[in-house]
């Protein structure tokens, strides 16, 4: 089989605006299967381009379309694996392309301890690739690998152990030269295979029914054990068949999940709760393929099943669950004609949050998506544009709330101030028109003083206070976190009135401060107790100052004591 040992720069055109929305354009098709974010925050997406070679120089004859072009080449289309790398401004600073004999193409890219890459995929004539670069993109080692019929690789699975296991189906082989799957168990068979960190081929495995089967995604449970899903397909009916199996590739179970006609199944993930999750689709009365969630246990039980319900035809082929246990899953929808890259998030309950379409009127679609580190979704797919109707590739990262985030700003920090105050500003509007709360420019948020004036010498958070505090709180740290990177502090300000305790004296004075300061404290604690999994991050920018009766607010020109006695949030950034 052939060996995979080159890489060469490949050209490219980057087109984007002010949004994180990135087109890689090529002269043919190209497209991204799967992202991940590196180390230091850059991003890395894989997928393949078409590239066609010619003996005709450009000097000597013109192309007036793709047709002529191709008529002219002295071979065919031949896609070729692609890693990209982005760093935060959308700038390109890491491109290689595979340069292979036969067509091929990525599935998987999956970060390696020293921030290289392995990467899954295929050839087109059938045999399986393994990669392991490093942060460079030096090749590590490549590995091809398979059986003696025609294989495919679905995805590259990242094991606790630094090793890889690679899934996807082989067609039934007769060959004696597969000396263990001298007898295939139908028209296509699951095929697994893993890997060591060192690239040594562990175990092959064939698995699955006399019908025509095919693997699709695994995960690692908890104890090692491998969860494995794929469908079986026999005439107009196809079921999902899942599969339980030892660290040695050994079959400890296997469940068929056939509520539905025809299923397809996209994506297994292992939750935080240590269950599992699937994505599926089926078809509904009118063929339109419909989207499902399926939550299960490590003894095969179902534990929870969700219909999304979205117009047109949807699919979701990617799913992540972040660190509060809400999911972000991806993939497309087509109504009257037209395909929608799709991103629907769920809570922890799987109960839809928002979904979102983007694009324009051309075809979209979204392939993966990751969490980056500082909360957002970095989604990954392909996008055709309005000059011509190949697909390019195409990154984009989102908010928390669906909408498309900027790119990284520069080190002035008064246009980071105008960005997040223009973001604070659409996440609140509700807030703001009804006077809950005011967001100044300079990023001071006072709330209405209704809601948050204190009595005379009290500091105690009272029911309504507390039960503002907790959603509000969450609400203002999913919106900040894009931005923790310029984040110096998050200050939580007390102040009383000048009407308690002698406020004139220097012991009122005193007793003013120390009163101002518990009003803030309360305010703080409450913040940092509602938001634990954020901890970390607000032991390092929470803070907490007590201001006396220094900063009074003024109706008319004279103390406005009942308005007075509050607490603001200042926003303070590097």
Known sequence: ????????????????????????????????SDITQDYNGN????????????????????????????????????????????????????????????????????????????????????????LKLDASANVIFSKTFGTQSYDQMNQLVALKDGGVLAVGSAITTRSKMDNIFNQGLGVNDIFVTRFSKNGELLWNKKLGTTNDDRGVSATEAYDGTILLIGTSAKGDNREVLLFRLSENGDKIWMQNYKKH????????????????????????????EKIKLVKFDLQKN??????????????????????NNELIAVGQTTNTGKTKALAIKFSKDLLPVWKNVYGTNSRELFNAVTITSDGQYAVAGEKTTSDNEFTNMWVLKLFNDGGIAPKVFNKDSSE????????????????????????????????????????????????????????????????????????????????????????????????????????????????????????????????NSGNSYADQVKLYNAEDKKASRRVELKIVLN
Not at 23 to 28: C, D, E, M, N
Not at 109 to 126: C, D, F, H, L, R
Not at 266 to 288: A, G, M, V, W
Request: aromatic share 14%; glycine share 4%; proline share 2%.
């Open 1 to 32: 089989m052939t060996k995979l040992l080159l890489f060469l720069i490949f050209p490219l055109f980057l087109f984007s605006n002010e949004d994180y929305s990135i087109v890689i354009k090529g002269k043919f098709n190209d497209s991204l």
């Open 43 to 130: 991003l890395s997406v894989v997928g393949f381009s078409e590239k066609f070679s010619t003996s005709i120089k450009p000097k000597q004859q013109t192309f007036y379309n793709a047709f002529d072009y191709l008529a002219s080449t002295k071979d065919n289309s031949a896609k070729q694996i692609r890693l990209i790398r982005l760093n935060e401004e959308g700038n390109i600073n890491l491109d290689f392309s595979a340069s292979l004999s036969q067509m091929n193409r990525a599935v998987s890219v999956i970060k390696t301890p020293t921030n290289g890459y392995y990467i899954g995929g295929y050839t087109e004539n059938g045999s399986l690739l393994l």
């Open 261 to 288: 006609k025809m299923l397809n199944v996209y994506s297994l993930i292992t939750l935080r709760d240590q269950n599992f999750l699937t994505l599926l689709t089926y078809y509904d009365e009118k063929y339109k």
């Open 302 to 323: 179902i534990l929870q099943e969700t219909d999304v319900d979205y117009k047109g035809s949807s699919k979701l082929v990617d799913i992540k669950e972040s660190v």
């Open 416 to 543: 980071v101030i105008k960005a997040l105050y223009a973001q604070l500003n659409i996440v609140f509007a509700k807030e703001i028109k009804n006077g809950t709360i005011k967001i100044s420019k300079n990023l001071k948020i006072t709330f209405d003083y209704g809601r948050f004036n204190f009595k005379v010498g009290e500091y105690k958070l009272t029911k309504e206070q507390n039960e503002f505090l907790a959603p509000f709180s969450k609400k203002l740290l999913e919106t900040l976190k894009p931005y923790a990177k310029y984040i110096k502090r998050f200050r939580v300000n007390g102040f009383t009135s000048s009407e308690w305790k002698s406020a004139t004296s220097e012991t009122g004075y005193l007793k003013n401060s120390k009163l101002s300061s518990a009003r803030g404290f309360e305010v703080l604690s409450k913040i940092y107790k509602t938001n634990k999994t954020d901890q970390k991050w607000l032991s390092k920018i929470l803070d």
